[in-house]
C-alpha cells in the first residue's frame, strides 16, 4: 500500500523505494500481480492500493467522487504551458521542482515540493494559481486527487506534465532514498534525469 499526505509519507516512500517482489499482491482481492500493475486511489487519506488488472478494470468505471478510484497510468506533456518567471515566482514556492494537486475534500489545490523529508506541502497563493490555470485551460480537464501538475525547472529546464500521482509520489521517493548532503549529490541529479526521461517516453502531447 502506498499512501499520500504528510501523515504518511514515510509510507509513500519506502513503498516506491523497496524492490518489488513476485509476491506482491492486489490489495483489493489479494490475487498475484506484476510489477507493472495499476494503482488506486482510496478516499480519504490518499492511500494508493496496488491493484490486479481485473480490480483496475473495475473501478476504472467509478466516478471521480466514489471512495476508491483507478489512478491514470499516462503522463500528459505540456510544450505550450504558459508560465513564464513572473508567473512561477507569484507561487512563491521555495524550490523549482513541485506538484499541484486539486484535493477534492479540501476543495482546493495545493502545491507539494518533493524533498529529503517527504512531500512537503507549500502555502499556495491561491489567486496566483487561478491565475495558472485562467492562461492554460488544459489544467481544467486534471482529476481531482488522481492526477497532479508536474513542474521541473531546475537546472534551466522547463519540463510540464499532466502527472499520475503515484508517478509524483515515486519521484519523492526517489529523492529521498537517494539525497546526500545539501545539494543532493551526483548520483541523485542522476535519477531525478532518468524519472523524467521514463516519464517523458511514456507521455503524449
Not at 8 to 33: N, Y
Not at 171 to 188: A, C, N, Y
Request: hydrophobic share 40%.
Amino acid at each position: 500500500m502506498i499512501q499520500g499526505g504528510a501523515r504518511t509519507d514515510f509510507d509513500v516512500l519506502r513503498g516506491f523505494s523497496r524492490k518489488r517482489g513476485k509476491e506482491e499482491r492486489c490489495e483489493l482481492c489479494g490475487s498475484a500481480i506484476s510489477p507493472d500493475h495499476a494503482h488506486v486511489l482510496q478516499r480519504p487519506g490518499h492511500k494508493v492500493l496496488c491493484a490486479c488488472r481485473p480490480c483496475s478494470i473495475l473501478f476504472s468505471h467509478r466516478s471521480r467522487d466514489s471512495f476508491l478510484v483507478l489512478i491514470p497510468r499516462e503522463a500528459r506533456r505540456l510544450d505550450s504551458l504558459d508560465m513564464d518567471d513572473a508567473v512561477w515566482n507569484s507561487l512563491r514556492l521555495p524550490i523549482e521542482l513541485a506538484f499541484f494537486v486539486k484535493d477534492s475534500r479540501a476543495n482546493r489545490t495545493i502545491a507539494y515540493y518533493p524533498s529529503p523529508a517527504g512531500n512537503t506541502e507549500s502555502l499556495l497563493d491561491l489567486d496566483a494559481w487561478d491565475e495558472v490555470v485562467r492562461r492554460n485551460l488544459a489544467l481544467r480537464k486534471m482529476q481531482d486527487d488522481t492526477e497532479a501538475l508536474l513542474v521541473d525547472r531546475t537546472r534551466g529546464r522547463r519540463a510540464y506534465f499532466i502527472a499520475p500521482i503515484d508517478q509524483c509520489y515515486r519521484l519523492t521517493g526517489l529523492i529521498r532514498k537517494g539525497w546526500r548532503g545539501f545539494s543532493g549529490g551526483d548520483q541523485v541529479w542522476v535519477e531525478i534525469d532518468k524519472f523524467f526521461r521514463e516519464l517523458e517516453a511514456g507521455a503524449y502531447a
